[in-house]
C-alpha cells in the first residue's frame, strides 16, 4: 500500500471513528426524531405542571389574603361599639368597606386560582396519559441502543487499532502534515479528485472538496502515489481512475 492509500484509509478511518464515538456518546441516528419528540413532549408536561404549582402559590397567598383581612374585620367589628363620635363611626366604617372588598377581591383571586389550578391538573394528566405510548416506544427504543452499544464499542476499538497502524505504515513528516490538515478542516483532510465532462476536447478534473481545477499532470503524479495538495484547499488529493468514469 502506498503512502497515499494509507493516508486516505487512515481519513477514513477516523473519520468512522469519530462518528462510532459520537454515536456512543449521544443518541443514535435512528432515535433522533423520537428522541425530539419525547424530549418535547416532556418539556410540555413539565410546563403545564410548572403552571400549576404557580396557580396553587397564588391561590394560597389570596387565601391567607383572605384569612388576614377577615381578623381585621373582626377587630373592626369590636371597635364599633367603641367608638364615640360620628366622626370615628363614618372612618371606622369606611375602614371596614375596604377591608370587606379587599376580602371579596382576594376571595374571587384564591377561585380563580383554583380553577386554573385544576385545569392545569387535568391538563397534566390528559398529557401523561397521552404520552404513555410515546414514553414506552422511546423506553424500548432506548434499551434496544443499550443492547446494540457493545457491539459500537467493539467497532470503536477495531477503528481505534486500525487507525495506529495506519498511523505507523506512514512517514513522521507525511503524518503531521494529514494531522494539522484533518484538525484545520474538521475531519476531513483528504479530497478525491473527479473528472468533469470535456471541455474542447480536453479532460478537466477537479476537488471534490473545494471545486477547484487540478492539472492533468498531477492525476499522473498521484497514480504514481505521489502526495499532492489542493491549490485551494490544501487537503491530500486521491483519485481513482476506475470510479465515476464512464
Ligand atoms: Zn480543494
Redesign the pocket.
Known sequence: MSDLDSIVELNKTLQELAAARQRLDGIPDWMEELHEEHSGRLAEIEGEEARRAEAEKVRREAEAAVSDAQEKLQRYQLQISQVTTQREYGALLKEIDGVKTEIKENEEAAVAAMEASEEAEQQVETMRSDFQELDQRYQDELAKWEEEKPGVEETAAHLKQRAEELKKEVPRGLLSLFQRLYERTNGNAV?EVVRLPMVKGNPMYH?T????NVRPQTLVELSRGQIHH??????I?YYKPDAGEA
Open positions: 479530497a476537488c472538496a473545494c471545486n477547484y489542493c491549490d485551494s484547499c490544501k487537503r488529493l
